[in-house]
């Protein structure tokens, strides 16, 4: 038995490139829908984990989809923004906890995302380095985007112009990182997260400048009277919160009137969650309420979709491999003919033959398995994210 | 820890709460007695009686000149963010907290009920005085508790906030609620009699901050923007001169004591200066009761000098 096996590991050796060949066969036979199969388990289970840990969410009429990706993954532009008012008029049902996003920015490939202190304690998160934010301008930022960025509590990130060729637009506003979250293996990770408010000083509602009726200012004011001063587009605005300008910061307009992405609405029980989504399917408004559980089902019936097919032309492609691999042996075993005459004519056993040609089968189909079963297994750990991303 | 706050948070938001003899702290604070932050001394004085020592009183902005325009640090806002309530005084007073990140389920905004009565402010000018820096007075009148109506209103919103969020002490705030309104009741019913000597009257203020005293008891109120330590420039005097000629007041109402150069330059023109403090901060001597008495005193003295 270990003569035949050390016969047979030789000859695989010497025979190397027809080894290979038969192997990597063996290893797309078994692979190809295995590996399909699990990516898609993984992905699936990645994407549905944390749609089914948001209860509801609010948002303008549009795609559903592009809804739930912008409000759980932050990867695609943001939908029309919904009014603060909005929020505001789920709250005072009193139905369900909100949580606003808004995630118009980035710095750099970062997302900012403009929240409440709610959706650290709704989505678990803790600050392992430094403190939350506690003041306009302050943010904590995710554990990957931390590292990518480079930044520990004390550093500083710019929010990125939204356009280099938008003169016009929205300034960048330099934030004091205070703390880094901890890792939690979700999109929360490469977040730059600030105070709902912070965010809306970025897109221009609120903003800071020099005082107007200081003489220093005299440059930047197109028109004074008595009880008014005009500024003109001269007047300096501060791009950072700091102790000493903080106080000029101020919002313009009546905040009910500012842009939200979505609200996160977390209702204490299903009845609440009925009548919540109930009171939005009756109304006539521009929002909308989804399930985002349902929402990525759908999307997931799509890929599962596609799957079905993968799966149908790896078994036919398997299929046909295995005939070949069947033809290869039977071809080698006719080709060593006189190998095999050889080895009886000094003593060898039919049935020693056998097992020789039975272990070299082994060799080969145990190695195929093994490399099958690794590829598999890498396939699960690193396959989740690239789809993710392909995704979103 | 922290799904400890969710779970609070959908507490308040859905009226729900758990049972027990002692309040349970359901904020992030976990051990103690529950807290409550306040934005003024009025707040603090209600909740405090309200509480009954079931509740523990944080007033942070205490040794604030004044507490509308305290500045507060990144680490009293953290303190803020584990409070299991925070009670604001709304009518734009406190403008910090549209500069912070406060837990928005443990926020209370005590006038909300009477949002409508607000008043404002018009032409106040920007003005120093204490630590605080540069501040106006310009907008939302805010000293909405020197009307004890809405001084009784601020008190029963503490109340039902406290309520909601322990049900379990609902009859000890309840009683405490009672005892509460009938001492407010009664500053007011004094406060009306000391007041009507003077309805219909034209009074001058050294601040703008006596709207809403003057809206329920129908006094005809004018303001400057003087600080009762600092002498007011000749241009204020100006001011005050041409405000005397077609609004000729004999009274002053001062948030403190002015210097006695201020008070005798007054009575020149023919103006007597009588303290009547808001009490937006914690009194040195007494509580807030004894310090609007002392108020209903001192208005009923310059109605019978």
Partial sequence: MRGSLYLAWRYVTHHWIKTTILVASITLIIFLPLGVRVLIRESAQHLTARAEATPLLVGTRGSPLELVLNSLYFGTDAPEPLFYSDLESIDSTKLALTIPLYTRFRAQASPIVGTSLDYFAFRDLDVVDGDMFAILGECVVGARAAERLGVAPGDAVISSPESVFDLAGVYPLKMQVTGVLEFSDSPDDDAIFVDLKTAWVIAGYGHGHQDLADATAATGVLRRDSTTITANAAVVQYNEITPDNIDSFHFHGDIGSFPVTSVIAVPPDQRSATILRGRFEEGAGFSQIVVPSDVMDELLGTVLTVQTFVLAAAIIMGLGTLATAGLVFGLSIRARQRELMTMMKIGASPGGIRWLIISEMVVVTTAGIAFALALTALTATFGPPLIRSALL | ?305
């Fill in chain 2, 1 to 305: 820890m922290r799904r400890l706050l969710t779970v609070a948070a959908l507490a308040v938001a859905c009226g729900e709460g758990g049972g027990g003899d002692q309040p349970a702290s359901a904020g992030a604070r976990g051990d103690g007695p529950p807290t409550a932050f306040v934005v003024n001394y009025p707040l603090e004085y209600f909740a405090g009686r309200i509480g009954g020592g079931l509740v523990q009183i944080e007033f942070p902005m205490a040794g604030a000149d004044d507490p509308a325009f305290w500045q507060p640090t990144a680490e009293a806002i953290r303190a803020m963010q584990r409070a299991d309530l925070i009670l604001l005084n709304g009518a734009a007073y406190a403008k910090w907290v549209d500069r912070v990140t406060l837990p928005s389920a443990a926020v209370v905004n005590t006038s909300e009920a009477f949002a409508d009565r607000y008043l404002t402010v018009v032409g106040s000018v920007t003005h120093t005085h204490g630590p605080e820096g540069e501040h106006s007075h310009e907008g939302t009148a805010f000293t909405t508790w020197l009307d004890p109506t809405l001084a009784i209103m601020h008190a029963e919103a503490v109340a039902a906030a406290f309520s909601e969020r322990w049900p379990e002490s609902a009859s000890t705030f309840g009683a405490n609620m009672m005892a509460l309104r009938e001492d407010l009741e009664q500053l007011g019913a004094d406060l009306r009699v000391a007041t009507a000597p003077f309805a219909g009257e034209p009074l001058v203020a050294s601040h703008p901050v006596y709207q809403y005293l003057a809206a329920q008891y129908g006094l005809d109120v004018e303001s400057m923007t003087w600080e009762p330590d600092e002498m007011p420039s000749e241009r204020q005097w100006r001011a005050l001169r041409d405000i005397l000629a077609r609004h000729p007041a004999r009274l002053m109402l001062w948030e403190a004591e002015p210097m006695a150069e201020i008070a005798d330059r007054l009575r020149t023109l023919g103006v007597e200066a009588v303290v009547f403090a808001p009490l937006g901060n914690r009194p040195t001597q007494g509580g807030y009761l004894d310090g609007m008495v002392a108020n209903v005193e001192r208005l009923q003295v310059s109605a019978n000098p």
